[in-house]
């Protein structure tokens, strides 16, 4: 793994362990002492943004999408690179467009200077990271498709 990649897989370990904490603090303090933390909701929504955007380029650079292999049984080998490709442009697609969009509302909030309701937290820039983090997916998702080489093929003349 990549330098990149192994900063990230910490900032999502860092904050999926922050929301662990986040977690076992607001319940002890609900349930023992009556208090439980102020704006724990926010936080654990931003948390989760965080987490699952930060780990989407490492499941596109690994290739670890979830895959239900269907056509596998009668399609064989013959045209595992064309389903590959067909999977890569769509996952590719589906990344840039989420990501398009998501940087359309980023603009959004920061024209209204929206913000989260309780702790006030401004949401434009959770929406600027969720989309870079979509970009850099597709272009992970490409390098990893031109990266391995299907089951079965040749392998390289040295």
């Known amino acids: 793994m990549r330098l990149s990649g192994r900063v990230l897989s910490v900032f999502v370990a860092v904050v ?3 929301l662990m904490l986040l977690t076992c603090v607001d319940v002890i303090g609900r349930y023992l002492f009556n208090a439980p933390v102020q704006g724990a909701s926010e936080l654990t929504q931003f948390g989760m943004g965080l987490v699952v955007f930060g780990a989407l380029p490492l499941v596109s650079a690994s290739g670890s999408h ?4 269907l056509l596998d049984l009668v399609a064989g080998r013959a045209i595992e690179l064309l389903q590959r490709l067909v999977m ?5 697609v589906a990344l840039a467009v989420m ?3 998501l940087y359309l509302t980023g603009v959004d909030l920061v024209s209204y200077g929206d913000s ?3 702790l006030r937290i401004p949401l434009a820039p959770m929406a600027f990271f969720m989309a870079a ?3 850099v997916a597709a272009l992970a998702a490409i390098a990893h498709f031109f990266a391995t080489r299907p089951r079965g093929g040749a392998e390289p003349a040295e």
């Open 66 to 69: 979830i895959v239900v292999g």
């Open 133 to 135: 983090m979509a970009f």
């Open 16 to 18: 999926l362990f922050g």
């Open 116 to 118: 989260s309701s309780f």
């Open 99 to 101: 990501g398009w969009r």
């Open 88 to 92: 890569t442009v769509t996952s590719v």
